[in-house]
């Protein structure tokens, strides 16, 4: 399995997390070629697609995801050096993300020539561009075709500031003292969002609130397995609780999708404190080995095949139905993946590894 914390090689991860990890970035292209193909189609609509496949719930799964991985990189060490541990988030994060930034530069400057390019939606507005270069993106707005990478400038947030806590005082409390010190400028900020209810205070709101799941797959994984086995229990009671805000979320669009997160973010939480009951195999490891490698160049890159997708219709409109359209967005997108970017995965982490044995054995 991928070992994506850059700690320890021995450490195990379990093929779910994997397959979540391809499901997740699989289930945000469905809701962004859902956006696109609905584009000159206003009055064709899925309900299913409407409310329950926002691109915020299946990118908290990711963060849910990516604590922990982190944190059970870390299980059982005492040592943490920051600069060891940003080298190995930096080298994991950066060099598919220069490609495929690259690669959106080259899109957007054929879909200029070709005509056609739609603003109603990730218009490519080169002021972006200092942003995706500094990773500011989730701040300031993505580039064009490359706005699905803007969830990564708060990922980068979360590494970041886990990073100086773990090397504060703080390292001795764990990730779930964390998570409860998390909540006060989560509550904060979602009551400021409630009062005045703007882009700016979620973005503001957007910030707590990310590294709060994020922290909470974190909070798993350093939780003992024997803790988890005696709140059984409790653990399935709680699980039932979460169910039902998730549920009501789902069927009413007053609530705001920042309660659909948290709700599903703690389901997923709990539903991996189960992972150390789970067997594995040759075959299912290869497959799951394989899709982990497909999601990170799928998310990354399949904002260039949507926006294409709607140059295409844009220049033939009403001719293609837009189901046809938004199956074959998510085919190519996920082939596109395998064909291409698994290949510069593997050759990503083939370096990574070989370039962060040299610079910790310096």
């Known amino acids: 399995m991928i070992n994506p914390s850059g700690f320890s090689a021995s450490v195990r991860f379990y093929w779910p997390v994997d397959v979540a990890r391809f499901v997740f970035a699989t289930l945000v292209v469905c809701g962004h070629a859902y956006e696109f193909a609905r584009l000159g189609n206003e009055d064709w609509h899925v309900a299913f697609f409407d409310r329950v496949l926002p691109g915020g719930l299946w990118v908290a799964g990711f963060f849910v995801m990516s604590g922990w991985c982190i944190a059970a990189g870390r299980a059982g060490r005492g040592d943490f050096v920051l600069r060891r541990y ?73 590494y970041l500031v886990w990073g100086l806590l773990l090397r504060s005082a703080a390292r001795h409390a764990g990730s779930r003292t964390m998570l409860a010190i998390a909540l006060l ?48 229990a409790r653990l399935i009671g709680a699980a039932f609780v979460f169910a039902l805000p998730l549920a009501v979320y789902a069927l009413d669009r007053r609530v705001p999708e920042s309660i659909g997160m948290i709700a599903f973010s703690v389901l997923l939480a709990l539903a991996a404190t189960r992972l150390h009951r789970v067997a ?18 799928l998310y990354l890159g399949h904002g260039i095949v949507t926006v294409a997708a709607s140059v295409a219709v844009a220049h033939h409109p009403g ?13 190519v997108s996920i082939l596109l993946a395998f064909a291409v970017g698994v290949p510069l ?6 370096w990574r590894s070989a370039w962060l044995r040299r610079r910790w054995a310096a």
């Open 280 to 297: 594995g195999g040759p075959r299912i490891d290869r497959l799951s080995h394989l899709l982990g490698l497909a999601s990170y160049p």
């Open 86 to 158: 940003l080298e190995a988030r930096l080298s994991r994060i950066l060099p598919l993300y220069v490609v495929f930034f690259a690669a959106s530069l080259v899109a957007e400057a054929i879909f200029a020539r070709v005509g056609g390019r739609t603003d109603a939606l990730w218009s490519p507005w080169f002021w972006a561009i200092p942003a995706q270069l500094t990773m500011t993106q989730g701040l300031v707005g993505p580039f064009g075709a490359f706005n699905p990478s803007w969830s990564l400038t708060h990922e980068m947030v979360c």
């Open 345 to 350: 995965e593997r050759r990503v982490m083939a």
């Open 185 to 232: 400028p989560l509550l904060i900020a979602g009551l400021g969002h409630a009062l005045v209810h703007t882009a700016t205070s979620w973005l503001i709101l957007s910030l707590p609130l990310y590294f709060f799941v994020w922290l909470l797959g974190a909070a798993v994984a350093e939780t003992p397995v024997e803790w988890v086995e005696r709140h059984r």
């Open 319 to 331: 001719v293609v139905d837009p189901r046809v359209v938004m199956v074959a967005t998510i085919a």
